[in-house]
T-cell receptor, first 114, second 111 residues
Framework: DSGVTQTPKHLITATGQRVTLRCSPR?????VYWYQQSLDQGLQFLIQ???????AKGNILERFSAQQFPDLHSELNLSSLELGDSALYFC?????????????FGPGTRLTVL | KNQVEQSPQSLIILEGKNCTLQCNYTVSPFSNLRWYKQDTGRGPVSLTI?????NTKSNGRYTATLDADTKQSSLHITASQLSDSASYICVVSEGGNKLVFGAGTILRVKS
């Protein structure tokens, strides 16, 4: 158990819908990262927040947005969902902002878009 | 384009045997290189992190090497166990927390 929690574990929805994925980082971790892992593909970095502020952006679609709240939990919002958005979405957290920080991954949310 | 390429794509070995996984990268600038283990359907777990000045790092039966000149890394697993069956992912940091992930090597250890 990494100490990072993600909810829900599974999510099934239809095309065109909007969903929110939630992540609670390890106690004391200020950085939260979001990743997408499509079937049989590698992890794709989406976005990073540090202490409430956006710090780095990867291959995140305009239909996707995220935020980190004052209690440090984070939400990833996915809208106008398409079949291709079906994937595992992982959240990770780390204590520091620096590039050397060890990231601890949550168990993931499996999103299925029908 | 920044890329991380891993080989082989998949590997089957007998329990107790050693194996070596390869990672070549073209990421620049380079900050550090990480190896992760990902069990099916679960989040990755960090095995090692190496900066450009480190050329070897061990974590139990896992030993990672890094040659920053040739931009190559390897992960050596000694005396494999059934629980080593997983995907092993090489990740290179550009710095500033931007990580480039390899596609992974799927390792299956059989008895």
């Amino acid at each position: 158990d990494s100490g990072v929690t993600q909810t829900p574990k599974h999510l099934i929805t239809a095309t065109g819908q909007r969903v929110t994925l939630r992540c609670s980082p390890r106690s004391g971790d200020l950085s939260v990262y979001w990743y997408q892992q499509s079937l049989d593909q590698g992890l794709q970095f989406l976005i990073q927040y540090y202490n409430g502020e956006e710090r780095a952006k990867g291959n995140i679609l305009e239909r996707f947005s995220a935020q980190q709240f004052p209690d440090l939990h984070s939400e990833l919002n996915l809208s106008s969902l398409e079949l291709g958005d079906s994937a595992l979405y992982f959240c990770a957290s780390s204590v520091e902002y620096s590039g050397i920080a060890t990231q601890y991954f949550g168990p993931g949310t499996r999103l299925t878009v029908l | 384009k920044n890329q991380v390429e891993q080989s082989p794509q998949s590997l089957i070995i007998l329990e107790g045997k050693n194996c070596t996984l390869q990672c070549n990268y073209t990421v620049s600038p380079f900050s550090n290189l990480r190896w992760y283990k990902q069990d099916t359907g679960r989040g990755p777990v960090s095995l090692t992190i190496m900066t450009f000045s480190e050329n070897t790092k061990s974590n139990g039966r896992y030993t990672a090497t890094l040659d920053a000149d040739t931009k190559q890394s390897s992960l050596h697993i000694t005396a494999s166990q059934l629980s080593d069956s997983a995907s092993y992912i090489c990740v290179v940091s550009e710095g500033g927390n931007k990580l480039v992930f390899g596609a992974g090597t799927i390792l299956r250890v059989k008895s």
